[in-house]
């Protein structure tokens, strides 16, 4: 099949890649030169695992191509993925200008090639609740009465670190539709998948829509929950580690999403769950339980400033090593990631930070600029440090060398916001360890 993919960004770049890795012929349309030549030139602007090889080898079998051309794009796919930026607005809503921008542009291109054919235009962002019927609306306002389309929510499920994995084997698959003939394109396009085992779920598109936003949220929720379970644990005296594990083997609840921390970031669930708030606000219905995590998360981010506070009494002048900048393992991306939180809180208090990322480090650096000071390793960040952070889970943290730390570091003091490490070991090994909902050791 002939596929256009609208936006390079991270959704789109998996998107198209994956399915070319299927053996479509694949044309993904982006509006910045610089960022189209160099994915011509085969340079992948984001940090997915897998993704190069992948990339690599559909570029080579002239699968995957790319332009800054909408209107060679429309000419070419029989499929149309819209994956546009939805940016969180000032009030909270997915900010849809980029998505009904491209609609738009494409009623003017049916309006200028009425006899190009019968299309499907799928809406892949993550958009609220009728998103869709705006799409559609924008297309026919500017199609001088071209109505051969037919628009389908197809919501992406794609974990960073994993969205290769996710993709090409998905738990599921979910398209909101209402046209037998945009179903059956759909279908086709899907089957590769749906013949390995995994299943397909037509809908509604509101349905569709609803899917994604209150998948995140739950997701979402649950990581607040188990948050507030570790403050409580550490007020009785439990160790949310036994806890976590209990409740984690009762299969109505299942043990993923159940590791607390520092909050939950990136591009997906902060954004999402404050637009289904905002949607429930149109609505007139009190989200009462959303309103909640979002307060739980936003408090968790800076709970380890606190910790540190209470530990140093005054954090001026001391020097704090950082270990993990991206909100999650495996990524570049730190938006809304909690290591930056922390970061600027401590250093709008007097502190010093030197931070090490393995592929988080250049965006930070593009955000913060020299605030901070970046090493070339975990182990350079400690060196003279009054103690070490853990914002970020990455493998290589897991087992470190203990001697050389307290060999490079002022004091012995870890706060550990993912709890990467085993509370007795810290003890054994001579540090100060705080870790969320879990004892502190040598204190």
Same mark, same amino acid.
């Given at each position: 099949?002939?596929?256009?993919?609208?936006?390079?960004?991270?959704?789109?770049?998996?998107?198209?890649?994956?399915?070319?890795?299927?053996?479509?012929?694949?044309?993904?349309?982006?509006?910045?030169?610089?960022?189209?030549?160099?994915?011509?030139?085969?340079?992948?602007?984001?940090?997915?695992?897998?993704?190069?090889?992948?990339?690599?080898?559909?570029?080579?079998?002239?699968?995957?191509?790319?332009?800054?051309?909408?209107?060679?794009?429309?000419?070419?796919?029989?499929?149309?993925?819209?994956?546009?930026?939805?940016?969180?607005?000032?009030?909270?809503?997915?900010?849809?200008?980029?998505?009904?921008?491209?609609?738009?542009?494409?009623?003017?291109?049916?309006?200028?090639?009425?006899?190009?054919?019968?299309?499907?235009?799928?809406?892949?962002?993550?958009?609220?609740?009728?998103?869709?019927?705006?799409?559609?609306?924008?297309?026919?306002?500017?199609?001088?009465?071209?109505?051969?389309?037919?628009?389908?929510?197809?919501?992406?499920?794609?974990?960073?670190?994993?969205?290769?994995?996710?993709?090409?084997?998905?738990?599921?698959?979910?398209?909101?539709?209402?046209?037998?003939?945009?179903?059956?394109?759909?279908?086709?396009?899907?089957?590769?998948?749906?013949?390995?085992?995994?299943?397909?779920?037509?809908?509604?598109?509101?349905?569709?829509?609803?899917?994604?936003?209150?998948?995140?949220?739950?997701?979402?929720?649950?990581?607040?929950?188990? &948050?507030?379970? @570790?403050? *409580?644990? %550490? !007020?009785?005296?439990?160790?949310?580690? /036994?806890?976590?594990?209990?409740?984690?083997? =009762?299969?109505?609840?299942?043990?993923?999403?159940?590791?607390?921390?520092?909050?939950?970031?990136?591009?997906?669930?902060?954004?999402?769950?404050?637009?289904?708030?905002?949607?429930?606000?149109?609505?007139?219905?009190?989200?009462?339980?959303?309103?909640?995590?979002?307060?739980?998360?936003?408090?968790?981010?800076?709970?380890?400033?606190?910790?540190?506070?209470?530990?140093?009494?005054?954090?001026?002048?001391?020097?704090?090593?950082?270990?993990?900048?991206?909100?999650?393992?495996?990524?570049?991306?730190?938006?809304?990631?909690?290591?930056?939180?922390?970061?600027?809180?401590?250093?709008?208090?007097?502190?010093?930070?030197?931070?090490?990322?393995?592929?988080?480090?250049? &965006?930070?650096? @593009?955000? *913060?600029? %020299? !605030?901070?000071?970046?090493?070339?390793? /975990?182990?350079?960040?400690?060196?003279?440090? =009054?103690?070490?952070?853990?914002?970020?889970?990455?493998?290589?943290?897991?087992?470190?060398?203990?001697?050389?730390?307290?060999?490079?570091?002022?004091?012995?003091?870890?706060?550990?916001?993912?709890?990467?490490?085993?509370?007795?070991?810290?003890?054994?090994?001579?540090?100060?360890?705080?870790?969320?909902?879990?004892?502190?050791?040598?204190?």
């Amino acid at each position: 099949m002939k596929i256009t993919v609208v936006g390079t960004g991270y959704v789109g770049l998996v998107t198209g890649t994956c399915l070319a890795e299927t053996g479509n012929d694949v044309l993904c349309i982006d509006i910045d030169k610089a960022k189209v030549e160099k994915l011509k030139n085969k340079v992948i602007p984001i940090f997915e695992p897998g993704l190069d090889v992948l990339f690599a080898r559909n570029i080579k079998e002239n699968r995957l191509n790319f332009s800054t051309s909408l209107e060679e794009g429309f000419k070419h796919g029989e499929i149309l993925f819209l994956a546009l930026p939805t940016p969180q607005d000032e009030d909270g809503s997915a900010d849809l200008k980029y998505i009904l921008g491209v609609a738009g542009n494409i009623g003017d291109l049916y309006s200028k090639f009425p006899d190009e054919g019968y299309k499907v235009v799928v809406d892949k962002s993550t958009v609220p609740v009728g998103t869709s019927e705006k799409v559609k609306a924008e297309i026919l306002s500017r199609s001088n009465g071209v109505t051969s389309f037919d628009v389908v929510s197809n919501p992406e499920f794609l974990r960073e670190g994993y969205a290769v994995e996710d993709f090409m084997k998905p738990e599921r698959v979910v398209v909101g539709v209402s046209s037998d003939k945009a179903r059956k394109l759909m279908h086709e396009l899907y089957q590769p998948f749906v013949m390995q085992g995994n299943p397909i779920y037509m809908m509604d598109e509101r349905s569709a829509e609803m899917t994604k936003y209150a998948a995140n949220a739950f997701l979402a929720l649950k990581i607040s929950f188990m &948050n507030e379970i @570790a403050n *409580l644990c %550490e !007020k009785v005296g439990a160790n949310v580690d /036994n806890v976590r594990i209990g409740i984690g083997s =009762d299969s109505r609840i299942g043990k993923r999403f159940l590791f607390p921390g520092i909050g939950y970031g990136g591009s997906c669930f902060p954004k999402d769950v404050s637009a289904l708030n905002k949607t429930a606000e149109e609505y007139n219905y009190d989200f009462r339980i959303l309103k909640s995590v979002m307060s739980v998360n936003k408090i968790q981010k800076t709970v380890i400033v606190q910790r540190i506070k209470d530990h140093f009494g005054s954090v001026s002048g001391k020097t704090f090593a950082v270990w993990g900048l991206a909100f999650k393992p495996n990524t570049d991306d730190i938006r809304d990631a909690p290591a930056l939180e922390i970061i600027q809180a401590l250093l709008a208090e007097g502190a010093k930070i030197q931070a090490y990322d393995p592929e988080g480090m250049p &965006n930070v650096k @593009a955000r *913060l600029g %020299e !605030k901070i000071t970046y090493t070339e390793s /975990n182990y350079g960040a400690l060196q003279d440090a =009054d103690a070490l952070i853990v914002a970020t889970e990455w493998n290589e943290f897991r087992r470190p060398d203990y001697t050389v730390m307290k060999r490079l570091m002022k004091t012995p003091v870890i706060f550990d916001g993912r709890n990467v490490y085993d509370v007795q070991q810290m003890m054994d090994n001579g540090f100060t360890y705080y870790s969320i909902g879990r004892p502190v050791s040598g204190k």
